[in-house]
């Protein structure tokens, strides 16, 4: 028995009223029969003869998104739920890329058939809502119980060369071995270079599943490099094997210490993957993933003060820290995310990130007392000079030399009676 939410069972009456049979399938069914929640649910429907009867059909219901119209699939949102209907169909490899399919819906398949041209057989089982049972016809809730990733049919997996990295990330994500016929057929799809039919944003989207959905990322990537898959990312390849483990063993020790935030997560693991390259090599490994100029220039950011944060942290144990290395910190870059970028390569910055909590400043750079309309209240007119005086200022805020409105005030008309 697979339960979904209740909310479903008045479309599945619908569709039982215009004689259609509704099945859940794919992920929502592993992910249920594995313990997770998932509140993306494909549901696939027989016996309806088009694209447009299924849409009228679901349309009240709510707001039909007809994007994946060639694709017979029709998507709606439900309660934070995102529901994808589709009918069943055979897919036929017309050219590269992978938009080259050829797709032919067909309401008379039975779902073994329709089941065919998905890529594993943990995502081919289904679950037929009306008799209440589950529909395994490629063996699916046995390889579940074993932990074994088996391909659908070698066939058609060939088709998609996006199936290699999904399957790297479903060993990754749920702790499988990769069956070897499995691996064989992957390792045979890389070396005839099929990767290069994906644009780089496909391909960054499984790279970004296996370093955020799993509890063991290097698993992902010690498969990546068994199947001589890192020649897509070259300078992972480049690695030494010393700098390989520490930063496989950096990415598992961060995936079990995740913070909320999943761009931030992002960041951080790419910064993880690109620790031993210099700023080129960075540049170069990050844009070949993404376009994402804010993605690259934060790993840049995080990277660059890694060294000085292991200097901080060392002098912070011997007690020569003071309070304006942390403040002076905090004006150039996140310490929060700094501190769990070391903690992770190298177990240390917990003692900065306290330090920086207690004065305020662990995501945050200290608060600036004086401000531009203070040298105006002063007689001062606006100029480049401000800039100067205002940076001025910070510094000595930092330094502690004033801590409250008054003594800043005192301060800024001592700095300017000497200001040339």
């Known amino acids: 028995m697979i339960d979904y939410p209740n909310f479903l069972d008045k479309i599945f009456d619908k569709l039982r009223v215009k004689n259609a049979k509704?099945?859940?399938?794919?992920?929502?069914?592993?992910?249920?029969?594995?313990?997770?929640?998932s509140i993306d649910i494909d549901i696939e429907v027989y016996n309806v003869d088009s694209f447009d009867e299924l849409q009228n059909i679901l349309e009240e219901f709510g707001e039909i998104n007809i994007v994946g119209r060639s694709f017979g699939v029709c998507k709606l949102k439900m309660e934070n739920y995102d529901l994808d209907f589709t009918l069943p169909r055979l897919d036929s490899k017309v050219a590269s890329g992978h938009l080259g399919f050829d797709i032919k819906i067909d309401k008379g398949l039975n779902f073994k058939d329709a089941a065919r041209r998905r890529d594993f057989s943990i995502n081919a089982i289904g679950f037929d809502v009306e008799s209440k049972t589950i529909l395994d016809p490629f063996n699916g809730l046995d390889d579940l119980k074993n932990k074994i990733l088996k391909m659908v049919d070698a066939e058609t997996f060939v088709d998609d060369p996006l199936r290699v990295l999904r399957a790297v990330g479903f060993c990754s994500r749920y702790n499988f071995a990769m069956h070897k016929e499995l691996f064989n057929l992957c390792f045979n799809m890389?070396?005839?270079?099929?990767?290069?039919?994906?644009?780089?944003?496909?391909?960054?989207?499984?790279?970004?599943?296996?370093?955020?959905?799993?509890?063991?990322?290097?698993?992902?990537?010690?498969?990546?490099?068994?199947?001589?898959?890192?020649?897509?990312?070259?300078?992972?390849?480049?690695?030494?094997?010393?700098?390989?483990?520490?930063?496989?063993?950096?990415?598992?020790?961060?995936?079990?210490?995740?913070?909320?935030?999943a761009k931030t997560n992002e960041i951080l693991m790419l910064a993880i993957l690109c620790y031993r390259f210099n700023k080129i090599k960075t540049e170069e490994f990050v844009i070949s993933l993404s376009d994402d100029k804010f993605l690259l220039k934060e790993v840049l950011i995080l990277l660059q003060f890694v060294p000085k944060l292991l200097k901080l942290s060392s002098n912070g144990a011997n007690n020569k820290l003071s309070n304006y290395d942390i403040y002076k910190l905090a004006s150039l870059v996140n310490i929060r995310n700094l501190c769990i970028l070391n903690e992770a390569l190298f177990g240390t910055g917990k003692a900065i990130k306290l330090r920086a909590k207690e004065l305020g400043v662990i995501d945050k750079k200290l608060r600036a007392i004086l401000m531009g309309r203070d040298l105006i209240l002063l007689g001062l007119e606006p100029s480049t000079d401000f800039s100067n005086i205002l940076d001025a200022s910070y510094e000595a805020q930092m330094r502690e030399e004033f801590s409250t409105r008054d003594e800043a005030l005192k301060w800024l008309k001592n700095y300017l009676s000497n200001y040339q």
Not at 22 to 37: K, S
């Open 190 to 261: 890389i070396k005839q270079d099929a990767l290069h039919e994906l644009p780089k944003e496909r391909v960054y989207e499984e790279i970004k599943k296996i370093l955020l959905r799993s509890t063991k990322p290097s698993i992902g990537f010690k498969l990546l490099r068994e199947l001589d898959a890192l020649k897509y990312f070259k300078n992972l390849s480049l690695l030494t094997l010393d700098d390989w483990h520490l930063i496989m063993e950096a990415l598992d020790r961060f995936a079990s210490n995740k913070i909320t935030n």
């Open 22 to 37: 509704a099945i859940i399938v794919g992920g929502y069914i592993r992910d249920t029969l594995l313990g997770f929640d």
